[in-house]
């Protein structure tokens, strides 16, 4: 039997074409050999001229209109209509002189960026950035090893109007992920791009600056080498330094200006950071030299190889970039549950001496503890004096009962822990699970600074933590007496620096509570569910209106009858009597049809000829019969009648 064959396969070709009228090129003319910057009449007999001399007359008549011109940049933006599109491209790209002069024409592709600092719109800008850009951000970022989702380049086809809308969204998708990430979020590369007016100086120029100000005093010192970007803050610079005496040992010189919560006056300033050199505590890492001025501080400690406790944890080199070090581990992995309970009581206890002290801090992280062999250490004191913003801010602005800085210092402790516990930051903040941990008491302890109801209900005190079973059980051995000695005026100084941080944090956690409710707000009135709401109520509404109109218009006929028949008896007619008009005035309701004539009767006694009254009619009655009939009405039923005309005179 033979087999039947399979139908050919067929192909149809099919062109599509782009159904916008006009298309629209943002194009930048270069004029490698300088001289006179043509005007705006002149840009635009330019692109006549390049679609004479590509497609001759017929290009030349072309419509093209030049939208904006720069003369300063000498970019503009051109319209054309989409069938010629083409030949405005190709004369463009094939223009090599102008005037005798080398030129090019570069066809621009650019993307306009609104960036917004904070909840208030009023703190919002816009920058315009190219694709190249964003390729030169994201190699810039490869550094931190993380795959970023920046979508791939195209050769041919990239100016396509599908293309150009995709390509939007996949590099608004990129910025929320580098927004959102915490580390990314707050390096110079990310503030940069978003923000370049506002990061355009070098800081590590200016730092060097000061160091060598500072130093003209001190010629003992000597700067080795800057320690690039092994911070996260910007405007923090650290230098490798060494004692000229002493050329083996390392020290560590860090660089920082004030910042948004500096209110010590100058002078108080200058006074509590050069206290910090007599500070001495067992968990505090011990500071070598510290001076400040009106504008910055500088402060030197000893070089640690070891790295600090975020180091231990990552299993990084201290000298490497902070993006490097930190931002995607190769693995993760926690501290065993004895370093745990060693580590947090010995920073708890750190805490609470400070806060007996009334010295604020509010900037614990575990790139801000030192390892001391098996002792954390404090670094960083400095930080609260210059008024600089805390690492986890952006976490704990969001809750308004972590309004001071005890509690400030209790949550980035929960930070801590959880990173020590896991070997990792939490996902997000507050946490609604935590994975399986050492031990229950870590979890508990966790439980009690970083879910949903400590924010609500406030974070514990550094007492109660000392408490809890994972570290009272824990015994130091370190038998150093601390000593801080704060004059009273500082301690004052102090107290009120320590309240205006705090009211300035409460005031931004208001505007930012403010802002989520009212956004909250927004997006239940704009969702589909509660327009469908509206939308019901709406109907419900215009019907009981209708309705209550209905009843009223009813009630006024009902009025106007008994207004009309009260008092009088309507006169008894005859078959073939015309009804009388009724005297209420005009109604969408007929009258009643007259009653039947009265069968003979005796001669009356009197002379006045009786009368029956008109009984009122029924109005709901009639108006039921009447829209019963208006909607049972049928065409078809009715019947073709016949006249007979004769009013037309006859001959006979």
Not at 238 to 267: H, T, V
Not at 333 to 354: A, D, P
Not at 410 to 426: D, I, N, Q, S
Request: hydrophobic share 35%; glycine share 4%.
């Amino acid at each position: 039997m033979a087999r039947a064959e399979p139908p050919a396969a067929t192909f149809e070709r099919r062109v599509l074409r782009s159904a916008a009228e006009h298309h629209y090129l943002r194009v930048r003319l270069e004029l490698p050999d300088g001289g006179a910057r043509p005007s705006v009449a002149q840009f635009k007999q330019l692109v006549v001229s390049a679609l004479r001399e590509l497609h001759g007359e017929v290009g030349a008549a072309l419509p093209v209109d030049v939208l904006t011109y720069e003369e300063k940049t000498l970019s503009a933006i051109l319209r054309v209509v989409s069938s010629g599109l083409v030949k405005l491209w190709s004369a463009l790209t094939l223009l090599g002189f102008y005037q005798n002069r080398r030129c090019a024409f570069r066809v621009l592709q650019e993307y306009i960026i609104r960036v917004q600092r904070g909840v208030s719109a009023e703190n919002s800008w816009q920058i315009v950035r190219r694709y190249s850009d964003f390729d030169l951000l994201n190699n810039s970022l490869q550094i931190s090893t993380l795959s970023l989702p920046l979508p791939p380049k195209k050769l041919i086809g990239n100016m396509e109007r599908e293309f150009i809308a995709e390509r939007q969204k996949g590099l608004q998708a990129y910025l929320d992920v580098i927004t959102t990430h915490h580390i990314l979020s707050n390096c110079e590369l990310v503030k940069k791009f978003l923000d370049p007016n506002s990061y355009s100086v070098n800081y590590t120029e200016i730092a060097l600056q000061h160091v060598s100000m500072f130093f003209r005093s001190e010629p003992k010192w000597e700067v080795v080498e800057p320690l690039k970007d092994i911070g996260w803050r910007i405007r923090k610079k650290y230098f490798l330094m060494k004692i000229k005496n002493q050329p083996k040992e390392r020290l560590m010189l860090s660089w920082a200006d004030p910042g948004p919560d500096k209110y010590l006056s100058d002078k108080d300033l200058q006074y509590a950071v050069k206290l910090l050199s007599s500070c001495s505590h067992p968990y505090i890492y011990k500071i070598t030299f510290a001076t400040a001025n009106e504008s910055s501080a500088l402060v030197i400690r000893p070089f640690s190889e070891k790295g600090t406790l975020k180091d231990l944890i990552y299993k990084a080199k201290p000298k490497d970039p902070f993006l490097k070090k930190y931002c995607n581990p190769k693995k993760i992995q926690g501290l065993e549950l004895q370093q745990i309970k060693t580590y947090g009581r010995q920073i708890l206890e750190v805490l609470k001496f400070l806060h007996e002290k009334g010295f604020p801090y509010g900037h614990l992280h575990s790139a801000n503890v030192m390892l001391d062999g098996d002792t954390c250490k404090l670094l960083d004191l400095e930080n609260s004096l210059l008024g600089l913003p805390s690492f986890y801010r952006s976490y704990f602005s969001q809750f308004r009962k972590i309004n001071t800085l005890e509690g400030v210092d209790v949550h980035c402790f929960g930070h801590l822990l959880y990173e020590m516990t896991y070997g990792r930051p939490p996902d997000t903040i507050p946490v609604d699970s935590f994975p399986p941990a050492p031990s229950v008491f870590v979890v508990s302890v966790l439980e009690s600074i970083l879910t949903c109801e400590a924010m609500k209900n406030g974070m514990p005190t550094v007492s109660r933590l000392l408490q809890m079973p994972l570290f009272s059980d824990v015994l130091l051995t370190n038998s150093e007496k601390p000593q801080f000695k704060i004059p009273t005026k500082l301690k004052e100084a102090l107290k009120t620096s320590k309240e205006c941080i705090e009211k300035r944090l409460t005031e931004e956690q208001k505007l930012i509570h403010q802002h989520r409710r009212l956004t909250r707000a927004q997006s239940h009135h704009g969702s589909e569910e509660e327009k469908k709401k509206r939308k019901i109520l709406a109907r419900k509404k215009s019907k009981r209106s209708a309705y209550e109109s209905g009843e009223e218009h009813s009630a006024k006929y009902s009025n106007s009858n008994n207004s009309a028949g009260s008092g009088a008896s309507s006169p008894l007619t005859s078959p073939s009597s015309p009804t009388p008009p009724s005297t209420a005035g005009a109604s969408s309701i007929p009258p009643a049809p007259p009653p039947p004539p009265l069968p003979p009767a005796a001669p009356p006694p009197s002379t006045e000829v009786p009368t029956q009254p008109n009984p009122q009619p029924d109005v709901s009655a009639s108006r039921g019969a009447l829209l019963s009939s208006i909607q049972n009405f049928q065409k078809g039923t009715l019947k073709k009648t016949q006249t007979c005309d004769y009013s037309a005179p006859r001959i006979s």
